[in-house]
């Protein structure tokens, strides 16, 4: 291999030449000294010369004893030298004048804050605004009709509870919660804390299959087995039962001894509520989410609802033309060609006429007919099932239509899935009252102890379907047991949050119509509501139709001093 020859290219000299001439030049501009500015005349200038690092020099630790004790030294008799971390070492740099730094904040005309910069402007200049949220406290606790499937409570002080019951408190539990008991008062039973927080822990639910999870209604890893999926035999009697029980619950509930009970299918859940409750003059039901098809199936079954939380103006259905003008606002999906007849045969004289023959008259083929009926049929059907799945496609069932509601879904096919994990079970029925074939359940309890920020608080994490009355009963309980704050937060079924949205929808509507003559038996509603196993003091709060004690929950903090709640 022969050397390297010593002779270069007239590039390779050109090259050397502007690599040298460059690196002149950017030690000249490095070696300018700074000019001193008005508003500092005693500012010397900053030596940043880098011919050392171009050079190649070996750079000084800077973190070795001698040189920080160096650099220390420098800076007590230079305090005016440039810090690298200062930012007038980069005014420095650009050659910018540093009273720009220094300059003090602008005054801002607090009247003129129309714009996104001038806001912005006001926070920078004053740093010294504090934000305070003023909480509310409220005297009872809001009701949430969305099911909760997890609740945590938090204090300072232990919760009167304990995973080892004694005989005696879990027997008064029990008895207090079948019975539909006041502890508090009773001369027989344990009126222990404990005995009544176990009492409060209880629901009825059917059915019961101990290897299914059937709240929530979800495709879990636990599958069930073949023999509920292709036993015809087994599932026909697992529906008759539940056939029962679901009777069983409706003529409760239409019998003012049950305030309202849950169906929770794999779809839709489903909630029904006595006569009373929130205002309402007879039993209603709400069901979320549904779908086009359902809401098509209920048309068809004659059920009469409404959409109140749909944003649009097609919320509700009714036979009647009085009430259309009324209301002015109904289900898209009840325009049928019956109703499109009427409206012809009202606002158009003469005979009637085909729009398919109008459309060939024009000289369109059926072809092309065909085309444009398909056209607007897929944007009807594309509007309607917009809200499909949404809070928006709540349905509300009231009055005489609630029982329809019930045949329907004692008959739904589409309640009960054919294949997948839960393949033929029905639909669960959950309950604060016992009712023909329902299994007391008690909500899964577990007490910790966590620390935060060196203070110690005691949690207690509640799983399972939690219903609306267990929540006050639960409050009420922790308010005469214990002295100290506590807060709890709440996990939701998702799918149910709409029924709070709904219920308050309701309770305003009921509201407007106070002055109704038929209106007087609102009176009479908690007297009618005696037996259903609420107390006195909550039926009176789930009979209000005050819209303000309808929300849904978060979180709640109880306020030991003055007895308060806010959320």
């Given at each position: 291999?022969?050397?390297?020859?010593?002779w270069k290219t007239p590039n390779q000299v050109m090259q050397i030449h502007k690599l040298k001439k460059r690196k002149k030049a950017l030690q000249e501009r490095m070696k300018q000294p700074t000019t001193s500015t008005a508003e500092e005349p005693n500012n010397k200038s900053v030596d940043l010369d880098f011919s050392r690092i171009l050079n190649?020099?070996?750079?000084?630790?800077?973190?070795?004893?001698?040189?920080?004790?160096?650099?220390?030294?420098?800076?007590?008799?230079?305090?005016?030298?440039?810090?690298?971390?200062?930012?007038?070492?980069?005014?420095?740099?650009?050659k910018l004048p540093l009273n720009i730094v220094e300059k003090p904040p602008l005054e801002v005309d607090t009247e003129k804050l129309s714009t996104f910069s001038n806001l912005l402007q006001k926070f920078t200049a004053d740093h010294t605004v504090e934000t305070h949220v003023v909480e509310k406290n409220y005297k009872h606790l809001t009701i949430?009709?969305?099911?909760?499937?997890?609740?945590?409570?938090?204090?300072?002080?232990?919760?009167?509870?304990?995973?080892?019951?004694?005989?005696?408190?879990?027997?008064?539990?029990?008895?207090?919660?079948?019975?539909?008991?006041?502890?508090?008062?009773?001369?027989?039973?344990?009126?222990?804390?404990?005995?009544?927080?176990?009492?409060?822990?209880?629901?009825?639910?059917?059915?019961?299959?101990?290897?299914?999870?059937?709240?929530?209604?979800?495709?879990?890893?636990?599958?069930?087995?073949?023999?509920?999926?292709?036993?015809?035999?087994?599932?026909?009697?697992?529906?008759?039962?539940?056939?029962?029980?679901?009777?069983?619950?409706?003529?409760?509930?239409?019998?003012?001894?049950?305030?309202?009970?849950?169906?929770?299918?794999?779809?839709?859940?489903?909630?029904?509520?006595?006569?009373?409750?929130?205002?309402?003059?007879?039993?209603?039901?709400?069901?979320?989410?549904?779908?086009?098809?359902?809401?098509?199936?209920?048309?068809?079954?004659?059920?009469?609802?409404?959409?109140?939380?749909?944003?649009?103006?097609?919320?509700?259905?009714?036979?009647?033309?009085?009430?259309?003008?009324?209301?002015?606002?109904?289900?898209?999906?009840?325009?049928?060609?019956?109703?499109?007849?009427?409206?012809?045969?009202?606002?158009?004289?003469?005979?009637?006429?085909?729009?398919?023959?109008?459309?060939?008259?024009?000289?369109?083929?059926?072809?092309?007919?065909?085309?444009?009926?398909?056209?607007?049929?897929?944007?009807?059907?594309?509007?309607?099932?917009?809200?499909?799945?949404?809070?928006?496609?709540?349905?509300?069932?009231?009055?005489?239509?609630?029982?329809?509601?019930?045949?329907?879904?004692?008959?739904?096919?589409?309640?009960?899935?054919?294949?997948?994990?839960?393949?033929?079970?029905?639909?669960?029925?959950?309950?604060?009252?016992?009712?023909?074939?329902?299994?007391?359940?008690?909500?899964?309890?577990?007490?910790?102890?966590?620390?935060?920020?060196?203070?110690?608080?005691?949690?207690?994490?509640?799983?399972?379907?939690?219903?609306?009355?267990?929540?006050?009963?639960?409050?009420?309980?922790?308010?005469?047991?214990?002295s100290a704050q506590f807060s709890a937060t709440f996990a939701h079924h998702q799918p149910t949050l709409a029924f709070s949205w709904a219920t308050k929808k309701m309770a305003e509507d009921e509201t407007c119509n106070e002055n109704d003559p038929n209106h007087f038996t609102k009176a009479f509603d908690k007297e009618n509501l005696s037996d259903?196993?609420?107390?006195?003091?909550?039926?009176?709060?789930?009979?209000?139709?005050?819209?303000?004690?309808?929300?849904?929950?978060?979180?709640?903090?109880?306020?030991?001093?003055?007895?308060?709640?806010?959320?």
């Open positions: 291999m022969e050397p390297p020859s010593p190649g020099d070996k750079r000084k630790n800077p973190f070795s004893k001698k040189n920080l004790d160096q650099n220390k030294k420098i800076k007590l008799d230079n305090p005016n030298q440039l810090d690298p971390s200062n930012d007038k070492t980069l005014f420095t740099l650009l949430d009709w969305a099911l909760k499937t997890k609740l945590r409570l938090m204090s300072t002080k232990p919760f009167p509870w304990t995973s080892k019951l004694k005989a005696s408190e879990e027997a008064s539990g029990i008895t207090g919660f079948v019975r539909c008991l006041d502890t508090t008062s009773s001369s027989t039973l344990d009126t222990s804390p404990r005995a009544r927080f176990h009492q409060t822990c209880l629901y009825w639910q059917h059915p019961h299959l101990p290897w299914i999870n059937l709240f929530p209604r979800s495709n879990g890893k636990v599958a069930a087995t073949n023999f509920l999926a292709t036993n015809e035999e087994a599932k026909q009697a697992l529906f008759t039962e539940w056939t029962e029980s679901f009777r069983s619950l409706f003529q409760l509930l239409r019998a003012l001894h049950c305030p309202y009970f849950y169906v929770c299918a794999n779809s839709f859940t489903c909630v029904f509520l006595a006569a009373g409750l929130c205002g309402a003059r007879g039993p209603c039901a709400l069901i979320a989410p549904t779908t086009c098809g359902l809401r098509q199936a209920l048309r068809q079954e004659d059920v009469e609802f409404t959409m109140p939380l749909r944003p649009d103006n097609k919320r509700k259905f009714n036979n009647s033309d009085e009430e259309r003008v009324k209301n002015n606002s109904f289900d898209s999906c009840y325009d049928t060609m019956d109703d499109a007849k009427t409206e012809q045969e009202t606002n158009c004289s003469g005979d009637e006429e085909d729009p398919d023959e109008f459309l060939s008259q024009m000289g369109l083929e059926t072809e092309e007919i065909k085309k444009i009926n398909n056209a607007q049929a897929r944007a009807t059907a594309s509007a309607e099932s917009s809200v499909d799945s949404a809070a928006a496609s709540l349905v509300l069932v009231r009055d005489a239509d609630a029982h329809a509601l019930f045949n329907f879904l004692l008959n739904c096919k589409t309640a009960v899935s054919a294949a997948g994990p839960l393949a033929g079970v029905p639909p669960t029925l959950l309950a604060p009252t016992a009712f023909h074939g329902g299994t007391l359940h008690s909500l899964k309890v577990r007490e910790n102890v966590i620390y935060s920020e060196n203070k110690k608080y005691y949690s207690i994490e509640m799983k399972g379907p939690i219903l609306p009355t267990t929540v006050h009963s639960l409050f009420n309980v922790l308010k005469t047991s214990t259903c196993g609420i107390n006195e003091n909550m039926l009176q709060l789930f009979c209000s139709s005050d819209p303000n004690v309808i929300k849904s929950l978060d979180s709640v903090k109880y306020n030991s001093e003055d007895d308060t709640f806010t959320w």
